[in-house]
């Protein structure tokens, strides 16, 4: 359950644009003022991260309940309103009318009309949204019902399946097909139509198609170095003194690699439990953390401001070692045996991590 923010627009007295008119209609008792809006052309989101423009931001004033956005576009267009803890999605194309009738803040929920593209996405949006706070829910109540989170991930997917199957030539189908994920996702992809391939919304799929076959290359990957057999690969990163730090090194020890960042806040959740194993195992354990995807300096804040007892490296831009270790998500904890043998891979923060730990350091 996921996805996508953005990026840019230019030169808004440009010849040949159109312009596109979004009228949002707040609740009635809504206090004027100033909404953030982003925009961006949607053929910007085909290219590569590193490649593409930072979105364009506007404040426009909510004035008598009503946000007017107009803007001259060349090119179909993705707003983002962000409105309490959710946003308005709206994509128009030029000289098109969207009109947004906002009828709940918290929860957020509103409907579109204007154009068919954008009156069924608000529809799924609604109906999507509800599954997601119920999986919200789930998620933060103790303790929490694993079998009842799944459930709720099938239902979320399904009923995006379900409209897919049952309006294959409707170009919000493909709305459908961005929510989705692994291999229900490329199975709508291999299905999408001949002519929606035309539609404002196809460059976005392309974009996740390519995105999806990684990810699932890398799951892959991950159920084959749980084998058991799989050589851990050797990585050589600096450590706070600057030092080359191996993972060769410890060869003869149980080594936690425990992938994570200052920005990633299960990461940081898990510190105490972490502490505690390394303070528990430690001769035969040694934990080296890998910073990952922030600056240098933000990491050295980090270790100094959680205090982190073990070996701390630095991952810099440009190395191979997330690609190595499959890692998708943070914090990814890798096991490895003393003999240098991947025998655990844990991604997110999941308490049975320890457990099993445990079992292999005491060879249960």
């Not at 198609?209 to 991950?222: C, F, H, I, Q, T």
Request: proline residues 6%; charged residues 25%.
């Amino acid at each position: 359950m996921k996805r996508i923010l953005a990026a840019t627009l230019v030169a808004l007295g440009a010849s040949g644009m159109t312009m596109a008119d979004v009228t949002v209609k707040m609740p009635a008792g809504t206090q004027d003022g100033y909404y953030t809006v982003y925009r961006q052309l949607i053929n910007e989101q085909t290219k590569p991260a590193s490649e593409r423009s930072k979105p364009a931001v506007d404040s426009v004033k909510l004035v008598n309940g009503v946000l007017n956005i107009d803007f001259k576009i060349e090119e179909p267009v993705q707003f983002i309103i962000p409105v309490e803890r959710r946003a308005v999605l709206v994509y128009a194309q030029p000289g098109e009318n969207v009109e947004v009738d906002v009828t709940s803040l918290d929860p957020l929920k509103y409907t579109a009309s204007g154009t068919p593209l954008m009156t069924a996405i608000s529809d799924l949006k609604n109906r999507g949204d509800v599954i997601v706070e119920e999986y919200r829910t789930l998620a933060t109540t103790q303790p929490v019902n694993q079998s009842a989170m799944e459930a709720k991930r099938n239902e979320y997917a399904e009923m995006f399946k379900n409209y897919i199957a049952a309006n294959p030539d409707n170009p919000a189908s493909l709305y459908a097909v961005l929510n989705l994920e692994g291999d229900d996702f490329l199975a709508a992809y291999n299905a999408i139509p001949e002519a929606l391939k035309s539609s404002i919304l196809y460059p976005m799929v392309e974009v996740q198609k390519n995105s999806v076959e990684r990810e699932l290359a890398a799951e892959r990957k991950l159920e084959a170095m749980q084998s058991g057999t799989y050589d851990a690969p050797d990585f050589t990163l600096k450590n706070l003194e600057g030092k080359d730090i191996k993972l060769s090194d410890y060869r003869g020890k149980w080594v936690i690699i425990d992938f994570w960042g200052s920005w990633c806040g299960w990461c940081i959740k898990g510190f105490p439990k972490l502490k505690d194993a390394y303070e528990q195992y430690q001769p035969e354990l040694e934990i080296i953390g890998v910073d990952c995807n922030e600056p240098e300096a933000n990491w050295r804040k980090g270790v100094e401001k959680y205090q982190l007892p073990w070996v701390n490296v630095y991952n810099p831009e440009g190395t191979n070692i997330l690609a190595d270790y499959g890692v998708t998500g943070f914090p990814t904890k890798v096991i490895v045996s003393p003999e240098g043998k991947i025998a655990n891979v844990t991604v997110g923060e999941n308490p049975s991590f320890f457990d099993t730990l445990a079992k292999l350091i005491n060879g249960k």
